[in-house]
């Protein structure tokens, strides 16, 4: 899967939504939740080992795996990075190509930009807790951040929305190894939007940019399979 690391200060947040929203279903919006003081990940032990020293092994394994495929030579602070979020047998080396040149920064915030799998939603759902945590620790939520996003109409308060979903889940831990978890968080979902409201989306995040703020973008860039609507080439279990 090819992953592009973006380095220029202009980058362009329309396109993060659209690929980010591709597989966002429904238009269905839900209440906001009860705020919450610590949201547990929902996939340590289904996508990623469910113990601390098991996942610091195991990514740690991918990101010296990244450096002997491809030794980094350029340490540019980058301010994003597109990435997969499937389990780390399949994903773990990408997602390592994508967050490793974060081991040379500090950042303040980093925003974790994910679909919905499972939850009809519009707009964006923002998690409203004051930590999130993974096996590897806690990692405080930047709420001040949280509350200026949800002024807009785009943006909300749906802690539901997180209740099962993974596409930013298989992100964090990546993010937590590489800084050291000396970072705040922002977790947006993202649902079904038009060309217009996705350009207003991120109107409103290009705002919060900075030299200090890392974007992370995940994405399946694409579902394959009769279950996803999308087969569009011959079923034939003789070609590989």
């Not at 906001?32 to 003081?37: C, S």
């Not at 495929?69 to 990435?83: E, L, W, Y």
């Not at 997602?95 to 994910?114: D, P």
């Not at 509350?147 to 308060?157: G, N």
Request: net charge neutral; glycine share 8%; proline share 5%.
């Amino acid at each position: 899967m090819k992953l592009k690391v973006i380095r220029e200060m202009t980058m362009n947040l329309k396109i993060s939504i659209m690929i980010v929203m591709g597989l966002g279903l429904g238009m269905t919006l839900s209440q906001g939740d009860t705020p919450m003081d610590t949201f547990v990940c929902r996939g340590a032990g289904r996508w990623y080992p469910a113990d601390a020293k098991g996942l610091n092994a195991i990514i740690q394994q991918f990101y010296q795996q990244a450096e002997t495929i491809s030794p980094s030579t350029d340490h540019r602070k980058p301010i994003a990075a597109i990435a997969p979020h499937a389990g780390y047998v399949y994903s773990g080396l990408g997602n390592a190509m994508a967050y490793r040149e974060l081991k040379h920064h500090t950042y303040q915030t980093v925003f974790v930009l994910g679909l919905s799998h499972y939850t009809g939603l519009h707009g964006a759902a923002i998690l409203q807790a004051v930590e999130y945590q993974t096996p590897l620790g806690k990692i405080q939520i930047d709420q001040d951040i949280a509350r200026q996003l949800t002024q807009h109409p785009l943006f909300r308060f749906d802690n539901s929305v997180y209740a099962q979903e993974h596409s930013l889940d298989n992100q964090i831990p990546f993010i937590q190894v590489a800084l050291e978890g000396k970072f705040k968080l922002v977790p947006v979902m993202i649902g079904r939007v038009s060309l217009a409201e996705a350009e207003q989306m991120a109107t409103e995040l290009k705002k919060l940019a900075g030299e200090s703020v890392f974007w992370a973008i995940s994405s399946d860039f694409t579902h394959y399979g009769e279950a996803f609507g999308y087969s569009p080439f011959p079923v034939d279990r003789n070609v590989r």
